[in-house]
């Protein structure tokens, strides 16, 4: 007894110390986490100040991408980040919800499981494989069988006749749209059954009760009651959309010019920070418009991917 | 009984129940067809799997023997292996999980013990709940704007460094999501038993919470074993072979990336092995994450 009082003032002075280190450490790595994020964004920015000083508000606007004239222009491939990135989430969208309702609804106790590992493993397959996969399976069958099929079936369609309009490389923007939508698809689906999930029980009883079928149950009952959620996850992969590089690459054509038919070749901030960044020099003016381009990108991800953060939470805390 | 009666014998009732049974009826086709357009949907899911790990298997297995494991990578038409990509890849992959996941963990301890509810708590997850789904391709680019540029050159220790940053919000958001479900009596009993606080974290927490942190850490080898992107910016790729970790090093990614875009057909072949290499490695991990974590439950 008298050994372990003796000992006490000791032991309380390590432990505070080893409390102290603790919480420190723990503390000062979250922090490291925030520096991390502004460093990214500082050093973007730092490095692409060149080429903003350089353009002004017109490198936003400007068309061009001519490293012989040392004139760089962000608006083909933001306008590509964009268009492939949206086109994708339409195509994706309506998949996912119906995986989703599938995997919450239709779906037998046992079967739920491994088809949604199945849709989970979509996801963790690494892009460039996505990539290769779409320049060697998907291309050639878009080329050979799908375009020149729309463009036949839509010519002399007003609009629809422009957006569909040859030549049928097979690579594109649509093509791009197509292997992102199948990128993201896993994610949608995956948190719109997470939240279906929350939904409680006893709100669909109540609607079944009063004889709803079960898609009246999911659109008057759930989609409303999850609404903010869902289109959490949709901006969630629009935020991953928006960045994909390796996939994109391969099938987009690179091309820097806008197209009006959606089988044009074009590009995205990321696969053209990938394809020119090599042929760069350290303190070019190009290279410092990839980093610009860079920046860009990380802003638009982060209003994405903060607005679909926002949209998730307030489901959890209600 | 003579409800039904009565409205049958008004011609408006049944009307009304004429178009009672048209609505039912319609409601019920409506119903019929959205639940086959989603198990449609389903099966197209599924098929997209099943197409890429079937492309996969038939264009990749030709070409794996022996020696895609025993020889580096050569000019095409020259034979070769992978073996310098995938030693580039396996000390990458390890030295970047090395780096990021005691971050990943004392970041996600800090949420989930000390920063429940303040201010820096909430920014700190949010801020890595952004960096979970950033674009992969900027933090190559951050890297080698403040560690290639600065430093000399691309190197295996830069790609490993990117790697750790993809690592540490994915450890973050395992480890605080499992130490949330550690039950408080657990906690108070060390307490009670005049452990310290960090010791009760430690030796208590993280140990209750193994299995999920374990998943955690296996799920984001997955992740960054095949990230392309940002080691085009930072460990650059390297044809011979090299374990020098501040030269160029080769990694799988890098080199699918190459050998795929190059018109010489023993090159994509390589390509298509590296593929089926890298896929069935992180399929097999994302599985065997998901026994780890069911062996919990």
């Known amino acids: 007894m008298s050994q372990t009082a003796s000992a006490t003032p000791a032991h309380r002075a390590t432990t505070s110390t080893g409390d102290a280190i603790f919480a420190a450490a723990a503390k000062g790595c979250g922090i490291l986490v925030l520096v991390i994020l502004s460093a990214i964004i500082v050093s973007l920015f730092i490095g692409g100040l060149p080429a903003f000083r350089a353009f002004g508000f017109n490198f936003l606007v400007n068309p061009d991408w001519d490293p012989v004239r040392q004139i760089f222009g962000a608006e083909v491939p933001i306008y590509g980040t964009l268009v492939t990135a949206v086109l994708g989430i339409a195509i994706a969208v309506p998949l996912a919800f119906g995986i989703a309702f599938y995997l919450t609804e239709l779906a037998p106790e046992w079967f739920r499981r491994p088809v949604g590992t199945a849709v989970e493993l979509l996801a963790a397959v690494p892009s460039i494989i996505y990539g290769m996969w779409g320049f060697f399976v998907v291309v050639p069958i878009m080329g050979d069988y799908v375009q020149p099929f729309m463009i036949d079936l ?42 279906f999930l929350t939904v409680p029980a006893v709100f669909k009883e109540s609607a079944y009760g009063v004889g709803c079928t079960t898609w009246e149950v999911m659109r008057s009952i759930v989609l409303p009651y999850t609404r903010a959620s869902v289109v959490g996850g949709i901006m969630l992969g629009l935020g991953r959309a928006l960045g994909e590089t390796m996939a994109v690459t391969f099938v987009i054509g690179n091309t820097n010019r806008i197209s009006t038919s959606l089988f044009g070749p074009g590009n995205t901030i990321a696969s053209i920070v990938a394809l020119e960044f090599p ?30 953060r926002l949209l998730l939470r307030t489901k959890v805390k209600s | 009984m003579s409800a039904t009666l009565a409205a049958d014998s008004i011609p408006g009732g049944a009307r009304n129940e004429k178009i009672a049974g048209q609505l039912s009826r319609g409601r019920s086709r409506t119903n019929i067809v959205v639940k086959a357009l989603c198990i449609l949907a389903t099966i197209v899911g599924l098929t997209f799997l099943v197409a890429i790990l079937g492309t996969l298997l038939w264009l990749g297995f030709g070409g794996l023997h022996l020696s895609v494991f025993t020889t580096v990578t050569r000019p095409p038409g020259s034979g070769g292996g992978l073996l310098n990509a995938i030693v580039g890849s396996l000390i990458q992959t390890v030295v970047g999980t090395v780096i990021g996941t005691p971050i990943g963990l004392l970041v996600g301890t800090y949420l989930a013990e000390y920063g429940r509810g303040t201010v820096l708590g909430n920014a700190v997850r949010f801020v890595s709940d952004v960096l979970l789904s950033a674009p992969s391709i900027l933090i190559g680019l951050f890297i080698y704007q403040i560690f290639v540029e600065p430093f000399g050159g691309f190197s295996g220790i830069a790609g490993c460094i990117a790697l750790a940053v993809i690592v540490i919000p994915i450890v973050v958001r395992t480890t605080e999501d499992m130490l949330q479900l550690i039950p408080t009596a657990l906690r108070e009993a060390a307490v009670a038993l005049g452990a310290p606080r960090w010791k009760s974290i430690v030796f208590i927490c993280y140990r209750a919470a193994l299995n999920g942190i374990a998943t955690g850490v296996l799920l984001a080898i997955a992740r960054v074993a095949g990230e392309t992107a940002p080691l085009l910016f930072t460990s650059l790729g390297n044809s011979s072979w090299s374990i020098d970790m501040t030269q160029p090093m080769s990694s799988l990614p890098v080199t699918i990336y190459q050998f795929a875009g190059s018109p010489f057909e023993d090159w994509v072949q390589l390509g298509w092995v590296g593929a089926l290499l890298i896929t069935f490695g992180v399929l097999t991990l994302n599985i065997i994450a998901r026994v780890v974590l069911r062996k919990r439950a």
Do not use: W, Y
């Not at chain 1, 369609?157 to 939508?181: D, E, Q, Y």
């Open chain 1, 154 to 195: 839509f010519d002399g369609v007003p609009v629809l006749g422009t957006l569909f309009a040859g030549p049928a490389f097979g690579t594109g923007i649509l093509t791009s749209a197509l292997i992102l939508a199948i990128m993201i698809l896993p994610f949608i689906a995956a948190t719109m059954r997470d939240v």
């Open chain 1, 279 to 308: 042929e760069s020099p350290t303190g070019s003016l190009k290279l410092s418009s990839l980093l610009a381009l860079g920046f860009l990108l990380f802003v638009i991800s982060f209003i994405v991917l903060a607005i679909s």
